[in-house]
DNA sequence: CCTACCGATCGGTAGG
DNA sequence: CCTACCGATCGGTAGG
């Protein structure tokens, strides 16, 4: 018995999740979630498919629940951050994922994939774009309502645009082998909508 | 014998490429390359699988096939236009492209998973955004040297900024169900960059 | 263009 | 958590 973790093995039940998620990210995010197999992802975290099926009892589960976990990880970014300041985030959000090629291809790969209909994650994604647009559009609303917006910005419209640069540059990013930053083009578009300097 | 076709085998072999090309745009759109099965499109397109392989001999053959096709007839569009021209016809573009949802999920899917550096269309894509943003970015260069840009505007930053916003929207449009309007945004934003009206 | 087949691989289950 | 298996499906080939 191991004194320091009276709970071994919930705590390691609970490491192998983990590591099955994260194995699962990488390969969902390299061949997308229909051509990903659980037995690849099983042989990468070490035990065999039917193992894997013990801790996600099916492959979509697998999915919901990799989607759940960035959620979760990445809700806590932006709790507390409003207009202006919230604008700001987004470009240190940028920043941030140019540190994690493997979550942006996550995120680039299912969205897309998820596009159709019938994709498990199709509900997920059309949430997920929902709720981000209308923060933004939110945040750019704030910062109007403070009087830091240039009078053209329309926050709808500047809301689906930004999030729209944002994605659009990770394909470019990701295709380049991420040789170019994604953060001046952003930065400087944020810029050029505030009468502040950023 | 019909008289007005006397090569009408060959016009049949013609005819049944260009029936399995389409129905490959809709299936690797909707699900996928690597999702995508040849039965499938086979059986959409009237023959069996080794029928189709006898048109394409490989999987990979028809995707290449697919993309080579794709390029040929969008290719025209913009062929004798430069500067603000160009960036006026990318306006265009993007209203043909609200007109036909397979082609815009084709390459929204397709980009993104063939990130990929093992993708049969990593190349293709890597390729593609680099002529595409070389092209636009020399637009922008020509709309400043004829005094018709905001001095702000970096042309190679505009490039990639204007690409990304395209690529970005589609996937929200897709998302939305094509119920929203793409045109203003990209409108919007390269009217903002004119010193002419658009 | 077809039928019939190949070996490989898939998600999931049985039974322990 | 395992081995062993299920039926389904895959891309491609043989042979005509």
Chains 1, 2 share one sequence.
Not at 61 to 75: M, N, P, T, W
Not at 90 to 97: G, K, S
Not at 114 to 124: E, G, K, L, Q, S
Not at 133 to 156: I, N, S, T
Request: hydrophobic share 45%; glycine share 8%.
């Amino acid at each position: 018995m191991d004194v320091k973790s009276p709970r071994g093995a919930y705590a390691k039940g609970r490491a192998k999740r983990r590591e099955i998620l994260d194995h699962a990210i990488a390969l969902f995010g390299d061949v997308g979630y229909r051509a990903a197999s659980l037995r690849e992802i099983a042989t990468r975290s070490g035990i065999s498919h039917p193992g894997l099926l013990h801790h996600f009892p099916t492959k979509e589960a697998l999915l919901l629940a990799v989607l759940a976990h960035r959620d979760e990880v990445d809700g806590e970014l932006f709790t507390g951050s409003t207009g202006t300041d919230a604008l700001r985030r987004l470009v240190d959000l940028v920043r941030l994922n140019a540190g994690r090629r493997a979550i942006v291809e996550l995120f680039t790969v299912l969205s897309a994939e998820a596009t159709a209909p019938d994709h498990p994650a199709h509900r997920f994604f059309v949430d997920r774009y929902r709720r981000t647009v209308a923060g933004v559009e939110r945040a750019y609303a704030l910062a109007g309502e403070a009087g830091a917006l240039r009078p053209e910005v329309d926050p709808p419209a500047a809301a689906r645009h930004l999030v729209a640069l944002m994605d659009g540059l990770q394909i470019q990013w990701l295709l380049e082998n991420c040789r170019t930053d994604m953060v001046p083009v952003v930065r400087a578009h944020i810029k050029a909508q505030l009468k502040a300097p950023l």
